[in-house]
């Protein structure tokens, strides 16, 4: 199985700070990776796929970008409701699908 | 809407089995694969099986082979998933996520869309 590190672990920031989160692959996922924003008692929310493609919705504060085993999730003016964990996931092989163990972004 | 909308909480003790649902609204349900996640306490997510729910084929991680069993009722657009032989490490918050693929012949996608989560407690 694709074994996904995250870095940091926990992102401590202020409102209207720019954040930069870190996903490794151990192997290369090419593009097929996906960044989700989960938050206590609410489902998770697909934020990015495709590596750098934003979900419906999605403020365009969060971008994403990186290829093969780097990638990188930038939220720009970070507000309230941003504080949450974050995750990645690769889904270029599969089954296991495999998702990192998360970076909590507090204040 | 477009929602999965999953079961409510349970406590089970060791050695039993549970049996979770999540059931889709607001989209032809026999279209997507639905995928079930869980999370236990402090831990991050893990994949652990899925149904085409168009034909009903399924496919489970390594980990859960023997005890884990997902089915659908198409009529009322609902999957279930059974887990037996609970223990401990079982407990956790179990989520059904529905996966958009790449393209029709491509099985790879992402999951764009989440239910809420059923927490089971394993406890004696």
């Known amino acids: 199985e694709i074994v996904m590190t995250q870095s940091p672990a926990t992102l401590s920031v202020s409102p209207g700070d720019r954040a930069t989160l870190s996903c490794r692959a151990r192997q290369s996922v090419s593009s097929n990776l996906a960044w989700y924003q989960h938050k206590p008692g609410q489902a998770p929310r697909l934020l990015i796929y495709?590596?750098?493609t934003r979900a419906t919705g999605v403020p365009v504060r969060f971008s994403g970008s990186g290829s093969g085993t780097e990638f990188t999730l930038t939220i720009s003016g970070l507000q309230s409701e941003d504080f949450a964990i974050y995750y990645c996931?690769?889904?270029?092989?599969?089954?296991?699908?495999?998702f990192g163990p998360g970076t909590r972004v507090e204040i | 809407q477009v929602q999965l909308m999953q079961s409510g909480a349970e406590v089970q003790k060791p050695g039993a089995s549970v049996k979770l649902s999540c059931r889709a609204s607001g989209y032809t349900f026999a279209h997507y694969a639905l995928h079930w996640v869980r999370q236990a306490p402090g831990q991050s997510l893990e994949w652990m099986g899925w149904i085409n729910s168009g034909n009903g084929n399924t496919e489970h991680a390594e980990k859960f082979q023997g005890r884990v069993a997902i089915y659908r009722d198409t009529s009322a657009a609902i999957v279930y998933m059974e887990l037996s032989s609970l223990r401990s490490e079982d407990t956790a918050m179990y989520f059904c996520a529905r996966l958009v693929k790449k393209d029709y012949f491509d099985s790879r996608g992402h999951f764009d869309l989440w239910g809420r989560g059923t927490l089971i407690t394993v406890s004696s």
């Open positions: 495709g590596a750098s």
């Open positions: 996931q690769q889904y270029d092989n599969w089954p296991p699908f495999t």
